[in-house]
């Protein structure tokens, strides 16, 4: 069974513009040509926030529109509250125009919000324009799961539990893994069936695990070859979380790609600012693309946050080879 936890984060980007002399000048700006302000956001989701003359005959009002800078995403749905202030008394409540306070679907073209009559207020030799915007961009949740991934229907478990009480009772077993001075008895067919590997090993008579039956492994410890075991005879396991790295090299090293994948989707779950470097660094090492990936459309995400955490100052130091690659994959 999968359990998760989920904890939802929202993140606030503001703006504080000030113009002067819009007036005077506010039929040079149209909507082709607005005026803009400068970028803003967080997470790596950034703004502008345009304003322009309507361009109707004997109209007074200008239009405020708000878009998103973002490769990453087609639409932002954001709660956006943007006022207007004159120059006057901020306490005096005539002296502001409220835009809106609503939810917004924020694209990358401008999204048009309704006019307002800067003659409403005292906006000469100038006004301030207000904008706050919240908003959740895909990849902000974060999840905190248990270590087993995948569920297995409850018509499999039984076979799952008889499979590991083979493992562990060691009846019938025809092989012996050493492990310094541990050892963990086996049985080739298991092994066999899951990895070429092993497929060849006790396949061929001129080698020692097949003329032995012993696997001696001097490049790992206990507790990882135990968790590739049991992966090996259930589908899944539970030992995972302290040692996922070791139990990766032991997958990439006999061929088991089903327990490759199910250490990368660990590894993936647990991406975030001050983990992503190690992470992808280890999807290198052990050539996961699928793994770089996600680190990279983690990256595409928190562009702003990640970029400016020491671990990613480490890695372009450490390995910029893989900074590069990653910026690259993030477009």
Same mark, same amino acid.
């Given at each position: ?31 082709? *040509? ?7 956001? /967080? ?52 002296? $502001? ?10 694209? *990358?073209?401008? @999204? ?15 006004? /301030? ?14 999840? &905190? ?16 539990? +008889? ?9 019938? /077993?025809?092989?012996?893994?050493? !492990? ?33 039956? !012993? ?8 507790? +990882?070859? @135990? ?28 061929? !088991? ?11 993936? +779950? ?23 990936? *996600?680190?990279? @459309?983690?990256?595409? &995400?928190? $562009?702003?946050?990640?970029? $400016? ?11 910029? &080879?893989?900074? !590069? $690659? ?6």
């Amino acid at each position: 069974m999968s359990k998760q936890t989920t904890r939802v984060k929202t993140f606030k980007a503001n703006l504080e513009w000030k113009i002067e002399n819009f007036a005077e000048k506010r039929c040079l700006f149209e909507k082709n *040509r607005p005026l803009r302000s400068s970028k803003f956001g /967080t997470a790596g989701v950034d703004f502008e926030v345009s304003i322009y003359d309507t361009g109707l005959s004997n109209s007074k009002q200008s239009v405020i529109g708000i878009h998103h800078c973002s490769c990453s995403y087609s639409v932002v749905r954001a709660i956006c509250n943007i006022f207007v202030l004159g120059c006057g008394n901020p306490d005096n409540g005539a002296n $502001r125009l409220s835009v809106v306070h609503a939810k917004v679907d924020i694209s *990358r073209e401008i @999204r048009e919000l309704d006019p307002i009559d800067l003659n409403k207020i005292n906006s000469s030799p100038y006004f /301030t324009v207000y904008v706050e915007v919240e908003f959740c961009p895909q990849g902000c949740a974060e999840p &905190e799961c248990e270590p087993i991934f995948f569920c297995i229907p409850e018509d499999s478990k039984c076979v799952a539990r +008889s499979n590991l009480h083979m493992l562990d009772s060691a009846n019938f /077993t025809d092989c012996l893994f050493k !492990i310094g001075e541990d050892e963990i008895k086996a049985h080739r067919c298991f092994l066999a069936q899951h990895s070429e590997v092993f497929r060849t090993m006790f396949s061929q008579e001129s080698m020692i695990e097949a003329e032995k039956g !012993i696997v001696e492994i001097k490049d790992s410890d206990y507790p +990882s070859v @135990r968790a590739m075991l049991e992966f090996i005879y259930c589908g899944s396991t539970s030992s995972i979380e302290k040692n996922v790295e070791g139990v990766l090299a032991l997958a990439e090293k006999y061929a !088991i790609k089903p327990l490759k994948e199910f250490c990368g989707n660990y590894l993936a +779950s647990r991406i975030n600012t001050t983990t992503i470097a190690k992470i992808a660094a280890i999807g290198e090492l052990y050539c996961s693309t699928p793994l770089i990936k *996600r680190c990279a @459309r983690y990256l595409a &995400e928190n $562009r702003i946050s990640v970029l $400016r955490s020491k671990e990613w100052e480490e890695l372009k130091k450490q390995n910029p &080879e893989l900074a !590069i $690659r990653l910026l690259e994959l993030s477009f």
